[in-house]
């Protein structure tokens, strides 16, 4: 993602030295383009990118970042069709941009399209291997369809490409666990809470897996810790319950 806030900040200084920011509106305008490089809330991206389309003066290249910010920005809000079309055109415009095509993915899976989140993640992964986060969403990907060998050789990857990343080493546990590897899927959620140790889901997801196992105690300890970092948590809270019940039956 560094390569794309390159491209914006760049974006912003080519269109200051193109004289966009010389009209009389130039102090809106300045703002505009400063929400689309710099951030704000996901309505003033997308105003600030619109402004970075519109401009005629607006090159190629930074053309296709304002599409790809802008589309992220109605990501956020949920707009999921709106965001794929804005990647659509950031990739006409750049066949090459990695990160256009993972976040498309990412839209797509967010539709429960995992297929075409896949087809985007094999093209990011193709255009740059040394990116994990294609590894990564592939790896959800997968994970989301059953196909959890492929996931975790995916979050392998991803995690040989980025040691630190705590989701990638939680999700590994979750196919772990899925295949009924315990004991392994709780290594890997030791290694995220390592990470992270504010990282409710992990907590969660250990739990279920001591649950599993039939390790009440730590798996209600677990589900405790979730709770105190999110005390919102509900499936924690009722998972929890669960446990509870279970312990006195014993």
């Not at 703002?31 to 970075?52: D, F, R, V």
Request: hydrophobic share 35%; net charge positive.
């Amino acid at each position: 993602m560094a390569r794309t806030l390159r491209r914006i900040l760049s974006a912003v200084s080519m269109c200051a030295a193109a004289g966009l920011l010389a009209s009389p509106a130039g102090a809106q305008t300045k703002k505009q383009l400063n929400w689309c490089s710099s951030g704000g809330t996901p309505y003033q991206e997308i105003e600030g990118c619109s402004a970075i389309i519109q401009s005629p003066k607006t090159t190629v290249s930074n053309l296709a970042t304002a599409f790809y910010t802008r589309g992220y920005a109605f990501y956020r809000i949920a707009q999921y069709d709106r965001a794929i079309r804005d990647y659509d055109e950031a990739i006409r415009l750049d066949p090459k941009y990695a990160d256009a095509f993972i976040i498309r993915g990412v839209a797509y899976a967010s539709k429960g399209q995992y297929s075409r989140a896949i087809e985007d993640y094999d093209v990011a992964i193709r255009l740059d291997p040394g990116n994990a986060l294609g590894f990564y969403n592939r790896g959800s990907a997968y994970q989301s369809t059953g196909r959890h060998e492929l996931a975790i050789q995916d979050f392998d990857a991803a995690i040989e490409l980025d040691p630190r990343s705590v989701r990638a080493f939680s999700y590994r546990g979750l196919s772990y666990a899925r295949k009924g590897q315990y004991d392994r899927a709780i290594r890997d959620y030791d290694e995220a809470i390592r990470l992270d140790p504010r990282f409710p889901a992990a907590y969660f997801n250990r739990a279920r897996a001591y649950q599993s196992k039939g390790q009440y105690d730590r798996a209600i300890a677990d589900y405790d810790q979730a709770i105190r970092l999110d005390p919102k948590y509900t499936e924690a809270i009722e998972s929890r319950a669960r446990a509870l019940e279970l312990r006195s039956d014993q």
